[in-house]
């Protein structure tokens, strides 16, 4: 079935406020000046510190708005947390939960990013759930395994009808900023099992989930990535942050 390609630009810890709006301004206007990008949905993940005021720049344009993460309580003594409820009131619609930077470095575990997903489903907010192997579990034979565990655990308690607005993003982590891009084969190959685990967890909606590629999507790879059949998108980090980079991925759709 059809499915609506989504390209995001997870921004990480990058550009300040002044710079975010800049930025989101200039990319609301290019796909407003492209009658095409209709056929493609668009988003930003700035940092929690510009999200207000990015999404404040993007309002009435093509542009959604994203947060990096959030944690599974509304409110309470948690130093240095954002909850999906404030999330969704300084303007975003999506989230990404289980990012390989989370994971590897703030110690996210299957079962607090199920945690995590259950707080943004509550809020109406769309999940970018991320999954992804290393490259020691990729030579180790192990790729599907970890996948399969990620996406269980991940989305563990949940119902089709709770995940029927589910994105995943499939992230092979020794491709995430080292400039080396999983073959269009080994992302193809890698979406098809996704959706075919999915197909066991959440039944036929599995057709309807869009799967991005995360992992140094650029121009000159963006057209041949995305046209595979199980690839529904891309989730971009440096290459958001130039708009002529972002825009030219966009268009590859």
């Given at each position: 079935?059809?499915?609506?390609?989504?390209?995001?630009?997870?921004?990480?810890?990058?550009?300040?406020?002044?710079?975010?709006?800049?930025?989101?301004?200039?990319?609301?206007?290019?796909?407003?000046?492209?009658?095409?990008?209709?056929?493609?949905?668009?988003?930003?993940?700035?940092?929690?510190?510009?999200?207000?005021?990015?999404?404040?720049?993007?309002?009435?344009?093509?542009?959604?708005?994203?947060?990096?993460?959030?944690?599974?309580?509304?409110?309470?003594?948690?130093?240095?947390?954002?909850?999906?409820?404030?999330?969704?009131?300084?303007?975003?619609?999506?989230v990404i939960l289980g990012h390989s930077e989370r994971r590897?470095?703030?110690?996210?575990?299957?079962?607090?990013?199920?945690?995590?997903?259950?707080?943004?489903?509550?809020?109406?907010?769309?999940?970018?759930?991320?999954?992804?192997?290393?490259?020691?579990?990729?030579?180790?034979?192990?790729?599907?395994?970890?996948?399969?565990?990620?996406?269980?655990?991940?989305?563990?308690?949940?119902?089709?009808?709770?995940?029927?607005?589910?994105v995943v993003a499939y992230e092979p982590v020794w491709a995430?900023?080292?400039?080396?891009?999983?073959?269009?084969?080994?992302?193809?190959?890698?979406?098809?099992?996704?959706?075919?685990?999915?197909?066991?967890?959440?039944?036929?909606?599995?057709?309807?989930?869009?799967?991005?590629?995360?992992?140094?999507?650029?121009?000159?790879?963006?057209?041949?990535?995305?046209?595979?059949?199980?690839?529904?998108?891309?989730?971009?980090?440096?290459?958001?942050?130039?708009?002529a980079d972002f825009t030219a991925i966009i268009a590859a759709?």
């Open positions: 079935m059809a499915r609506k390609r989504f390209i995001a630009g997870n921004w990480k810890l990058n550009l300040t406020i002044d710079e975010g709006v800049s930025l989101v301004q200039g990319l609301a206007k290019a796909l407003a000046a492209d009658p095409k990008s209709a056929q493609v949905e668009v988003a930003v993940c700035p940092t929690f510190l510009a999200l207000h005021a990015v999404a404040q720049a993007a309002k009435g344009s093509a542009v959604g708005i994203g947060g990096q993460n959030a944690y599974f309580e509304e409110k309470g003594a948690f130093t240095g947390e954002s909850s999906a409820s404030l999330l969704k009131n300084a303007g975003a619609k999506y590897q470095f703030f110690g996210d575990t299957d079962a607090t990013i199920n945690r995590r997903l259950k707080a943004v489903i509550a809020q109406g907010l769309v999940p970018i759930l991320c999954i992804g192997e290393t490259l020691a579990e990729r030579d180790g034979g192990k790729l599907e395994e970890v996948l399969s565990r990620q996406l269980q655990g991940s989305l563990d308690g949940l119902t089709a009808a709770q995940l029927e607005h589910l995430i900023g080292t400039g080396r891009t999983a073959t269009t084969a080994q992302a193809q190959e890698a979406h098809a099992f996704v959706r075919g685990v999915l197909r066991k967890l959440v039944g036929e909606l599995a057709e309807r989930v869009r799967i991005q590629y995360g992992g140094s999507v650029k121009p000159d790879n963006a057209f041949e990535l995305l046209s595979q059949p199980d690839v529904d998108g891309a989730l971009v980090g440096g290459a958001s942050l130039k708009l759709h």
